[in-house]
């Protein structure tokens, strides 16, 4: 799991600080939106996702922000903490198709 | 959810030889599929493994290469064949409970060709 992350853009936050990770997709026909976690050495992990009628939906913590007029989806984190360090990533998946379209990642650190 | 086992979690391998990938599932589910994670790099799908029939490959890869099993509704391999240092990733499976869903994945395979 070492090597993930190593290429992807990084976004650095204080611990205590919110954190907002941003994602654009292309596919105008996209209906379900999801936000992954991936830590080294594991699988994604589900986050939370958010459905194309809605333009936001919240969770512990975290909130997810559809746009759909530009196709822009975002991932809010209130109070960062040192585990939420990790490589996000978003998906996006249309009527019909079973698997999911993952996009580029965002390393997200986490400074104590 | 699902809990999703797969196995070896990583392994070192010579150039030209194959390596099978085992995915097993702790429950029946009718979709599962194999991604490749290049190193830095985003998620990309290689196949559908479907039960009963023969997989369905995204464009980019083909059969020979990545042939996959898929016995019945829990388990399913991928075998990376003839690999080449240009292979070394990781390799994901996933399931769906239902379409247009979320995907629950393993925790993956490292794979390094020397």
């Known amino acids: 799991g070492e090597s993930v992350g190593l290429h992807l853009p990084t976004l650095s936050v204080q611990e205590g600080d919110n954190s907002i990770i941003n994602c654009a997709y292309s596919?105008?026909?996209?209906?379900?939106f999801i936000w992954y976690k991936q830590e080294s050495g594991k699988g994604p992990q589900f986050i939370i996702d958010?459905?194309?009628?809605?333009d936001k939906r919240q969770g512990q913590r975290v909130t997810v922000l559809l746009n759909k007029t530009v196709k822009h989806l975002s991932l809010q984190i209130a109070a960062t903490q040192p585990g939420d360090s990790a490589v996000y990533f978003c998906?996006?998946?249309?009527?019909?198709?079973?698997?999911?379209?993952f996009g580029s990642g965002t390393r997200l650190q986490v400074q104590p | 959810s699902a809990v999703i086992s797969q196995k070896p979690s990583r392994d070192i391998c010579q150039r030209g030889t194959s390596l099978t990938i085992q995915c097993q599932v702790d429950?029946?589910?009718?979709?599962m599929f194999w991604y490749r994670q290049q190193p830095g790099q985003s998620l990309t799908l290689i196949a559908t493994?479907?039960?009963?029939?023969?997989?369905?490959?995204e464009s980019g890869f083909v059969i020979d290469k990545f042939p996959i099993s898929r016995p019945n509704l829990t388990f399913s391999t991928l075998t990376v064949s003839n690999m080449s240092p240009e292979d070394s990733s990781i390799y994901l499976c996933?399931?769906?409970?239902?379409?247009?869903?979320?995907?629950?994945f393993g925790s993956g395979t490292q794979l390094s060709v020397l």
């Open positions: 429950s029946q589910v009718t979709m």
């Open positions: 998906a996006e998946n249309f009527a019909g198709r079973r698997a999911l379209t």
């Open positions: 996933s399931v769906g409970i239902a379409v247009g869903e979320k995907l629950f």
């Open positions: 493994a479907n039960q009963g029939s023969e997989a369905t490959y």
């Open positions: 596919n105008s026909a996209s209906d379900y």
């Open positions: 958010i459905r194309s009628n809605m």
